[in-house]
Antibody, heavy 116, light 110 residues
Framework: QVQLQESGPGLVKPSETLSLTCTVSGGSISSYYWSWIRQPPGKGLEWIGYIYYSGSTNYNPSLKSRVTISVDTSKNQFSLKLSSVTAADTAVYYC??????????WGRGTLVTVSS | NFMLTQPHSVSESPGKTVTISCTRSSGSIASNYVQWYQQRPGSAPTTVIYEDNQRPSGVPDRFSGSIDSSSNSASLTISGLKTEDEADYYCQSYDSSNYVFGTGTKVTVL
């Protein structure tokens, strides 16, 4: 089965850009849709957006102005960039594979803290 | 967009059955599939139900999902409750290219 692993800095300064990468193993990125989801400490889940291997994307309207998701099929990876971060963006960020209208496989998640 | 509302918490004894509701605020619950995710403390979520009532391989048949159009809600039922079922559970659905998560329910096994 597909496995997902997030990577990237655990600390980002306010107003800067958060950047994370998800590496897909055990399967091709040219299958499924791929998504980012986040969870602030002690709170619920929030969908950020998704991408298809062709590059087509869709983002949560509440984050759309700050989010970019991209894919690198040669590396079997997809990435998240979130600009102009504030403390409210502190969260565990999960990458996930989508099937139909929901998540099939979740990554283990990575905590990103926004602080100076 | 719509919201999915769940009870904040439910609790029950081992061996019993719990049912968690997920009520859609607008639009029909039947118009898009509902998924359910389990999140144990300190861990990533895992999928326990997809497409309303389907179980991924490895998920025991103690977990079942259903849809009730009359109440515009979905339900997750866990029968034969075990201590390992103690976790947060989230429903999730989809509309207009947007994925929406429920508010989450903490299940406590007494």
């Amino acid at each position: 089965q597909v496995q997902l692993q997030e990577s990237g800095p655990g600390l980002v300064k306010p107003s800067e850009t958060l950047s994370l990468t998800c590496t897909v193993s055990g399967g091709s990125i040219s299958s499924y849709y791929w998504s980012w989801i986040r969870q602030p400490p002690g709170k619920g889940l929030e969908w950020i957006g998704y991408i298809y291997y062709s590059g087509s994307t869709n983002y949560n309207p509440s984050l759309k102005s700050r989010v970019t998701i991209s894919v690198d099929t040669s590396k079997n990876q997809f990435s998240l960039k979130l600009s102009s971060v504030t403390a409210a963006d502190t969260a565990v960020y999960y990458c996930a594979s989508l099937v139909g209208s929901g998540v099939l496989v979740w990554g283990r998640g990575t905590l990103v803290t926004v602080s100076s | 967009n719509f919201m999915l509302t769940q009870p904040h918490s439910v609790s029950e004894s081992p061996g019993k059955t719990v049912t968690i509701s997920c009520t859609r605020s607008s639009g029909s619950i039947a118009s898009n599939y509902v998924q359910w995710y389990q999140q144990r403390p300190g861990s990533a979520p895992t999928t326990v139900i997809y497409e309303d009532n389907q179980r991924p391989s490895g998920v025991p048949d103690r977990f079942s999902g259903s849809i009730d159009s009359s109440s515009n809600s979905a339900s997750l039922t866990i029968s034969g409750l075990k201590t390992e079922d103690e976790a947060d559970y989230y429903c999730q659905s989809y509309d207009s290219s947007n994925y929406v998560f429920g508010t989450g329910t903490k299940v406590t096994v007494l």
